[in-house]
């Protein structure tokens, strides 16, 4: 496994360059920024460039593992459908090809003229990553790939990263918006107990460097599988006063039972993988959302790590029910292999208990 695990940090950071690209080359950010009702040349395309750009990353990281370890190849799943209008009005997969040659025809068969922006966008498909980081290269926990199956975000909190704002001051060390919750998230779970084993979260927008003024990224890791607990970081420890973490979409009943456990002060920042990296981090001691607006794809990788640091991740609905019920031991927490009874599209792997 210590091969598969470099193998996710090595195409989240793929990834995490794909998002930067997009953001600081020209061609690119264009796209990527352009007005949604603007009468374009191709107005289909973008309005979805940053579908694209989600596409593209999740068939980048499919592509690479499938091709490292043919037994997850057909167990790799991501958020989004890889099918879009071409510009003669026909339908096209969005893959890696054999060349950049042909990435880029391919991706030229949807972005139309912006052969610039194909170029640059197959340029950074077909670049290998290195990674230097000794401790993940010493890291083999025993595990089969053939036992694996694997959940993709490939941009998580995608409006953030649209609005791509830099100027939102932390408050307690988190962000409550802005370009640094755009997270890269790539989680491996047990095919059959649904139990997160494996988990990356890449940040592509952790800081500027001062010389470059180009955006830096970080990445964590962790591992929990029988009991093996392994973790790129150590368990952070409570603080004083319980620190929480919200959407600010939250209702008034979740704030109103928890404010005063908190000290009479929430906080509230974007994108679910963010606020649970929040959790992992030590910036907040929990994560708590009352709805069933987070999916599979958001919560098993960051899941992962909770679990390799001693955390976990639970349905707040079934908690509290088993709580009313008497129960005193810890509630069971979510799987990644069973889709929702009844629901369709994307709502079959909602988290639906919150």
């Given at each position: 496994m210590g091969g598969l695990l470099?193998?996710?940090?090595?195409?989240?950071?793929?990834?995490?360059?794909?998002?930067?690209?997009?953001?600081?080359?020209?061609?690119?950010?264009?796209?990527?920024v352009a007005e949604k009702t603007g009468p374009d040349r191709n107005r289909r395309f973008l309005q979805d460039f940053k579908t694209l750009a989600d596409v593209l990353i999740q068939e980048v990281i499919k592509h690479d593992l499938g091709k490292e370890f043919p037994e997850l190849q057909g167990h790799i799943h991501g958020e989004e459908s890889n099918e879009f209008k071409d510009v003669q009005g026909g339908t096209v997969a969005i893959r890696v090809c054999a060349t950049r040659e042909d990435t880029t025809a391919l991706?030229?068969?949807?972005?139309?003229?912006?052969?610039?922006?194909?170029?640059?966008?197959?340029?950074?498909?077909?670049?290998?990553?290195?990674?230097?980081d000794a401790v993940l290269a010493g890291t083999?926990?025993?595990?089969?790939?053939?036992?694996?199956?694997?959940w993709i975000d490939p941009i998580d909190s995608t409006n953030e990263y649209i609005g791509g704002r830099e100027d939102v001051l932390p408050v307690d060390g988190i962000a409550p918006?802005?370009?640094?919750?755009?997270?890269?998230?790539?989680?491996?779970?047990?095919?059959?107990?649904?139990?997160?084993?494996?988990?990356?979260?890449?940040?592509p927008f952790f800081r500027r460097d001062p010389q470059t003024h180009r955006w830096q990224g970080r990445y964590h890791w962790g591992v929990a599988h029988g009991d093996t607990r392994l973790c790129s970081l150590s368990p952070p420890d409570p603080h004083p006063v319980p620190r929480v973490v919200l959407s600010r979409a939250e209702g008034a009943a979740v704030r109103g039972a928890?404010?005063?456990?908190?000290?009479?002060?929430?906080?509230?920042?974007?994108?679910?993988?963010?606020?649970?990296l929040c959790v992992i981090l030590g910036l907040a001691d929990a994560y708590v959302l009352s709805e069933g607006t987070t999916f599979?794809?958001?919560?098993?990788?960051?899941?992962?790590?909770?679990?390799?640091?001693?955390?976990?991740?639970?349905?707040?609905?079934?908690?509290?029910?088993?709580?009313?019920?008497?129960?005193?031991?810890?509630?069971?927490?979510?799987?990644?292999?069973r889709p929702a009874e009844g629901a369709g599209g994307a709502e079959r792997w909602a988290n639906r208990g919150g």
């Open positions: 470099q193998a996710l940090v090595g195409v989240s950071e793929k990834a995490a360059e794909l998002a930067r690209l997009c953001r600081r080359e020209e061609p690119l950010f264009q796209l990527l991706l030229l068969s949807v972005l139309g003229p912006e052969e610039a922006a194909a170029e640059l966008l197959a340029d950074a498909v077909h670049r290998d990553v290195v990674l230097g083999e926990p025993d595990v089969s790939p053939r036992d694996l199956a694997v918006a802005g370009l640094c919750s755009a997270l890269v998230l790539v989680g491996a779970f047990d095919r059959f107990s649904g139990r997160p084993v494996l988990g990356v979260i890449n940040e928890l404010g005063p456990l908190c000290g009479g002060r929430l906080h509230f920042a974007a994108g679910a993988g963010y606020k649970m599979a794809w958001d919560t098993c990788a960051p899941h992962a790590i909770l679990r390799a640091l001693g955390g976990g991740l639970v349905a707040l609905e079934g908690a509290l029910r088993a709580r009313r019920e008497g129960c005193t031991g810890d509630p069971p927490e979510l799987v990644y292999n």
